[in-house]
């Protein structure tokens, strides 16, 4: 007799008759909810030491995720975080006692097992289970066998069904894990210090971002759930700290799209002594690094687009990149008036009031955004656009200031970061200036930010990444959602 992970809509009436056997097994003296279990040895273990394993009693405990019975014997496939491993259960071997729990235990208990390793005639290997122990039992049916779980929304709700039922999805996770250590172990060999800053700022800053706000009963004052942590980690670099970096959850007021997501990940680093030139070739020898080990080699198909990150990668400022698609030229468009003039007919939304950075950035993202497929450094933002960055010394209407395009989709964004009091103090100002007039977005005053400065804060380049991103681009992921444990979700 086969049985099959059940269909969704008997969910109900399966949900009674498991309560039922719940009952029935606290009647019997069983407990059906176990303690601490120790087990010697993992799914993925007795097949890869097979050779070694052969005819050893081991220990394994897991998720039973499919049931066969022919009479007087058995077969179950049992999951744990490495894979799964057949298990063949016999009456004459547990006893009658084991066996009728055998009969009556359900798809998606946990269990513990013991058994002898060895070979089906099919080949596959399994265990001989000798004991067996319920641990956990499992009220709620998985979703039926061949269908599986593939509502989206459903499997960013239960994503701890989803982790049982598509082993590619755990597969995902495991990877993100791996990435997110590969890149502490880059960053500590290249002598940064990993440091953690405030997640609930007086004043939010560091990027244009509409905060989340809370409020404070015992100072009663309102905090901003950090929209990155950049002002923070500046400072530290003013207090001595010369190479420091955080791997930090920020929280944007903003809309959710396969790129975003209220709350993510970033890494942020900064480098004094450093500049926009020192953090490519920082950013650029850390993504080698982690997609190699992550994938092998340095190239990967994303959506079905081969992505190769051979270095260099493409270095274009802003205003070539523009030219080459559009063919127009805002180098020599000086002011705004001019600049509003040159953009007439494109389709971006051009006000009295957009200045000429304003219109370059609006042109950028219409138009040349959707071809950066490989890897490629987009420098020389204009200034309106980047009020932490350092101003280029040729062109002081620009900035020395990058982002890292790949697939289409910003990774990265870098400068070399602007440490002059003065113009610190007056960007804020013009920031606060569009605050006033409507734009939610735009920074607020940070005086004691501009305090920092003013006891000398040495040249630096600084790096923020989305690590939400790169994970994606990693594993092929289309969605952030894919990639995000539990994603923020519309409530139901």
């Given at each position: 007799?086969?049985?099959?992970?059940?269909?969704?809509e008997?969910?109900?009436?399966?949900?009674?008759?498991r309560l039922?056997?719940?009952?029935?097994?606290?009647?019997?003296?069983?407990?059906p909810?176990?303690?601490?279990?120790?087990?010697?040895a993992?799914?993925q273990?007795?097949?890869?030491?097979f050779?070694?394993?052969e005819g050893?009693?081991?220990?394994?405990?897991?998720?039973?995720?499919s049931?066969?019975?022919?009479?007087?014997a058995?077969?179950?496939?049992?999951?744990?975080?490495?894979?799964?491993i057949?298990?063949?259960?016999r009456r004459?071997?547990?006893?009658?006692?084991a066996?009728?729990?055998?009969?009556?235990i359900?798809?998606?208990d946990?269990l513990?097992v013991?058994?002898?390793?060895?070979?089906?005639?099919?080949?596959?290997?399994s265990?001989?289970?000798t004991?067996?122990?319920?641990?956990?039992?499992?009220?709620?049916?998985l979703p039926?066998?061949?269908?599986?779980?593939?509502?989206?929304?459903?499997?960013?709700r239960?994503?701890?069904?989803?982790?049982?039922?598509?082993p590619?999805?755990?597969e995902?996770?495991?990877?993100?894990?791996?990435?997110?250590?590969l890149?502490?172990?880059?960053?500590?060999?290249?002598d940064?210090?990993?440091v953690?800053?405030?997640?609930?700022?007086?004043?939010?800053?560091?990027?244009?971002?509409?905060?989340?706000?809370?409020?404070?009963?015992?100072?009663?004052?309102?905090?901003?759930?950090?929209?990155?942590?950049?002002?923070?980690?500046?400072r530290?670099?003013?207090g001595g700290?010369?190479?420091?970096?955080?791997?930090?959850?920020?929280f944007?007021n903003?809309?959710?799209?396969?790129?975003h997501?209220?709350e993510?990940?970033?890494?942020?680093?900064?480098?004094?002594?450093?500049?926009?030139?020192?953090?490519?070739e920082?950013?650029?020898?850390?993504i080698c690094a982690?997609?190699?080990?992550?994938?092998?080699?340095?190239?990967?198909?994303?959506?079905?687009?081969?992505i190769s990150?051979a270095?260099p990668?493409k270095r274009?400022?802003?205003?070539?990149a523009i030219?080459?698609?559009?063919?127009?030229?805002?180098a020599?468009?000086d002011?705004?008036?001019?600049?509003?003039e040159?953009?007439?007919?494109?389709?971006i939304?051009?006000?009295p009031?957009?200045?000429?950075?304003?219109?370059?950035n609006?042109v950028?993202?219409?138009?040349?955004?959707?071809?950066?497929?490989?890897?490629?450094f987009?420098?020389?933002h204009?200034?309106?656009i980047s009020?932490?960055?350092?101003?280029?010394?040729?062109?002081p209407?620009?900035?020395?200031?990058?982002?890292?395009?790949?697939?289409?989709?910003?990774?990265?964004n870098?400068?070399s970061?602007l440490?002059?009091?003065?113009?610190?103090?007056q960007?804020?100002?013009?920031?606060?200036?569009?605050?006033?007039?409507?734009?939610?977005e735009?920074?607020?005053?940070?005086?004691?930010?501009?305090?920092?400065?003013?006891?000398g804060?040495?040249?630096?380049?600084?790096?923020?990444?989305?690590i939400?991103?790169?994970?994606m681009?990693?594993?092929?992921?289309s969605?952030?959602?894919?990639?995000?444990?539990?994603?923020?979700?519309?409530?139901?």
């Amino acid at each position: 007799m086969s049985e099959q992970r059940p269909p969704e809509e008997n969910f109900n009436e399966l949900k009674k008759v498991r309560l039922e056997k719940l009952a029935q097994l606290r009647e019997q003296g069983i407990e059906p909810f176990g303690r601490r279990f120790e087990r010697d040895a993992t799914a993925q273990q007795i097949k890869d030491e097979f050779e070694q394993r052969e005819g050893q009693e081991l220990t394994v405990a897991g998720r039973l995720m499919s049931k066969r019975r022919q009479g007087k014997a058995g077969f179950a496939d049992l999951q744990d975080m490495s894979g799964s491993i057949q298990l063949y259960f016999r009456r004459d071997d547990v006893g009658e006692e084991a066996y009728e729990l055998f009969k009556k235990i359900d798809i998606g208990d946990i269990l513990g097992v013991s058994g002898t390793v060895f070979r089906t005639q099919k080949g596959e290997v399994s265990l001989h289970v000798t004991r067996f122990e319920l641990l956990s039992k499992s009220l709620n049916p998985l979703p039926e066998k061949y269908h599986g779980l593939r509502d989206v929304e459903t499997r960013y709700r239960q994503r701890y069904v989803d982790l049982i039922v598509n082993p590619e999805v755990r597969e995902v996770f495991i990877k993100r894990s791996h990435i997110i250590r590969l890149i502490r172990e880059f960053m500590d060999q290249h002598d940064f210090l990993e440091v953690e800053t405030p997640m609930m700022h007086p004043i939010p800053g560091g990027a244009v971002a509409r905060p989340f706000v809370t409020h404070h009963n015992t100072l009663d004052m309102d905090l901003y759930l950090r929209i990155a942590p950049e002002l923070y980690l500046k400072r530290l670099l003013v207090g001595g700290l010369e190479r420091v970096y955080e791997i930090n959850r920020s929280f944007r007021n903003e809309g959710i799209s396969t790129r975003h997501n209220p709350e993510f990940t970033m890494l942020e680093f900064y480098q004094a002594y450093g500049d926009m030139q020192s953090m490519m070739e920082l950013i650029e020898e850390l993504i080698c690094a982690v997609q190699e080990r992550i994938n092998g080699g340095l190239s990967l198909t994303y959506e079905g687009e081969e992505i190769s990150f051979a270095r260099p990668w493409k270095r274009i400022t802003m205003l070539d990149a523009i030219r080459e698609v559009t063919g127009l030229d805002f180098a020599a468009a000086d002011s705004d008036h001019a600049a509003r003039e040159l953009a007439q007919g494109l389709k971006i939304k051009l006000t009295p009031a957009s200045s000429r950075g304003e219109i370059i950035n609006d042109v950028f993202e219409a138009y040349v955004e959707e071809t950066l497929l490989q890897p490629t450094f987009i420098y020389g933002h204009p200034v309106e656009i980047s009020p932490l960055a350092k101003r280029n010394a040729e062109h002081p209407e620009l900035t020395d200031r990058f982002e890292l395009f790949i697939t289409r989709r910003e990774i990265a964004n870098a400068f070399s970061e602007l440490n002059d009091p003065l113009d610190q103090k007056q960007r804020f100002l013009k920031q606060v200036e569009k605050r006033a007039g409507g734009d939610a977005e735009a920074h607020m005053m940070d005086e004691d930010y501009i305090n920092a400065l003013e006891y000398g804060m040495p040249p630096a380049g600084g790096l923020g990444m989305g690590i939400d991103r790169l994970v994606m681009l990693l594993t092929d992921s289309s969605s952030i959602r894919d990639v995000i444990l539990f994603p923020t979700l519309r409530r139901i």
